[in-house]
């Protein structure tokens, strides 16, 4: 159960992200961070033992805040949580928790040897990555692809193996790499009992939408 100035700071939170990023295009804009939230909660609610919901949700609201892709550096973006964060009375557990999430969460082209202790980490983590595979996965990589120039295919290019992150963000890819690259892996990535279970069906659908996609593009049907 959330404290009323806990439920005052999420709701400040959210006000300053939707600001910060309802205009994006490359699929890390509001309604991602909605979905992400969404997610985190309704795993939170399923999952067992004690659970700091308020961190999860923060670290929810505020994961792409700090995210390289979308901050001229890395140390830019932590920078900007943690001046949001030190508005609030915060304990010193709860902001370094939500740090710890935010700072050791992203993919990174499976450079991220991280893992994440804490169940809200985990939580939070898989969310994201549900977001990222599916129907939405799906939308979120071609509006990412077109916002960085890149094509949606070329059969000449083979997906690429043991990148540096340096090469996963080089937009050497195309959106169809970008499944093998990364996509396809996340189902096997998740955390939670309840993360693994909605990403099996997410995961389908992006197996039958390359089927589908290399029948048409071969103009097979």
Same mark, same amino acid.
């Given at each position: 159960? #959330?404290?009323?100035?806990?439920?005052?700071?999420?709701?400040?939170?959210?006000?300053?992200? !939707?600001?910060?990023?309802?205009?994006?295009?490359?699929?890390?804009?509001?309604?991602?961070?909605?979905?992400?939230?969404?997610?985190?909660?309704?795993?939170?609610?399923?999952?067992?033992?004690?659970?700091? #919901?308020?961190?999860?949700?923060?670290?929810?609201?505020?994961?792409?805040?700090?995210?390289?892709?979308?901050?001229?550096?890395?140390?830019?973006?932590? +920078?900007?949580?943690?001046?949001?964060?030190?508005?609030?009375?915060?304990?010193?557990?709860?902001?370094?928790?939500?740090?710890?999430?935010?700072?050791?969460?992203?993919?990174?082209?499976?450079?991220?040897?991280?893992? #994440?202790?804490?169940?809200?980490?985990?939580?939070?983590?898989?969310?994201?990555?549900?977001?990222?595979?599916?129907?939405?996965?799906?939308?979120?990589?071609?509006?990412?692809?077109?916002?960085?120039?890149?094509?949606?295919?070329?059969?000449?290019?083979?997906?690429?193996?043991?990148?540096?992150?340096?090469?996963?963000?080089?937009?050497?890819?195309?959106?169809?790499?970008?499944?093998?690259?990364?996509?396809?892996?996340?189902?096997?990535?998740?955390?939670?009992?309840?993360?693994?279970?909605?990403?099996?069906?997410?995961?389908?659908?992006?197996?039958? !939408? #390359?089927?589908?996609? !290399?029948?048409?593009?071969?103009?097979? +049907?």
């Amino acid at each position: 159960m #959330l404290t009323k100035m806990q439920k005052i700071i999420i709701k400040e939170t959210e006000e300053y992200v !939707y600001q910060l990023l309802k205009d994006d295009p490359s699929g890390h804009d509001w309604w991602h961070i909605q979905r992400v939230r969404n997610l985190a909660k309704n795993i939170a609610e399923k999952e067992q033992g004690t659970i700091d #919901l308020f961190v999860c949700e923060m670290a929810a609201l505020l994961h792409d805040v700090a995210d390289g892709k979308l901050n001229k550096t890395e140390a830019d973006g932590e +920078r900007k949580v943690r001046n949001w964060l030190s508005r609030y009375s915060l304990t010193e557990k709860e902001s370094e928790e939500i740090m710890e999430i935010i700072l050791h969460m992203s993919y990174k082209g499976g450079t991220n040897k991280v893992v #994440l202790s804490s169940i809200e980490g985990k939580i939070v983590q898989d969310a994201d990555r549900l977001d990222a595979i599916g129907a939405i996965g799906i939308a979120r990589t071609m509006a990412y692809s077109g916002s960085k120039n890149r094509l949606i295919h070329d059969p000449s290019k083979e997906a690429r193996d043991n990148l540096t992150i340096e090469e996963y963000r080089s937009g050497e890819d195309t959106a169809i790499m970008h499944f093998y690259e990364k996509l396809l892996k996340l189902k096997d990535e998740m955390n939670t009992t309840v993360g693994k279970q909605l990403a099996e069906k997410r995961h389908a659908y992006m197996e039958d !939408y #390359l089927n589908e996609f !290399y029948a048409e593009w071969d103009g097979e +049907r």
